[in-house]
């Protein structure tokens, strides 16, 4: 009985075969993380920069269009509207835009009240269409759902109880006179 236990191990020591079976599984596994990391960093970047563009849009919209200045709803829609790639944006999308003194500088509060899908709708912290000549801030905040929330960069972002994790874009603008 030893003696057969010790003959299958000594065989199994020297058998080669299914070594690279082995390797490939790891390797697989590490190649396969860095790949869905590549594709969730790039459709992200993808996100981000359709809604920095937008936003760019619409405030140019706002800043040269004297004496029609847009609601709250026009300006998510015309943000909605040129960001094709952002599922769900009118009800992802939060707005807030301020109206603040150059000499006496102070910036949006850093810490965004992003809402969530699934919370009452309150889509503006405060949106103030300004004054001739004033300086405004808008900032654009978008809930969203990683592509792969489990693997890679996916599930090293910050998310929310539901899953979401948030973009953000900040942009200035002088209002034109009237």
């Given amino acids: 009985m030893m003696s057969s236990i010790q003959t299958f191990a000594s065989r199994f020591r020297r058998d080669e075969d299914g070594n690279?079976?082995?390797?490939?599984?790891?390797?697989?596994?590490?190649?396969?993380?860095?790949?869905?990391?590549?594709?969730?960093?790039?459709?992200?970047?993808?996100?981000?920069?359709?809604?920095?563009?937008?936003?760019?849009?619409?405030?140019?919209?706002?800043?040269?269009?004297?004496?029609?200045?847009?609601?709250?709803?026009?300006?998510?829609?015309?943000?909605?509207?040129?960001?094709?790639?952002?599922?769900?944006?009118?009800n992802n999308l939060r707005l807030e835009m301020v109206e603040v003194d150059p000499r006496n500088f102070w910036t949006i509060d850093p810490n965004p009240d992003c809402r969530n899908a699934e919370e009452e709708p309150r889509p503006v912290r405060n949106f103030t269409p300004g004054t001739d000549n004033a300086l405004m801030l808008i900032r654009a905040c978008l809930k969203y759902k990683p592509m792969m929330p489990t693997t890679g960069l996916g599930k090293e972002l910050y998310k929310d109880s539901d899953g979401y994790a948030q973009l953000m874009v900040t942009s200035a603008f002088v209002q034109e006179p009237r």
């Fill in 20 to 90: 690279a079976t082995i390797e490939f599984a790891f390797y697989f596994t590490v190649f396969f993380l860095i790949l869905t990391a590549g594709v969730e960093i790039a459709y992200m970047n993808l996100r981000h920069s359709m809604l920095e563009r937008s936003v760019d849009l619409v405030v140019r919209d706002i800043r040269l269009s004297t004496g029609d200045v847009p609601s709250f709803a026009e300006a998510r829609n015309k943000i909605c509207e040129e960001a094709a790639i952002l599922e769900d944006c009118e």
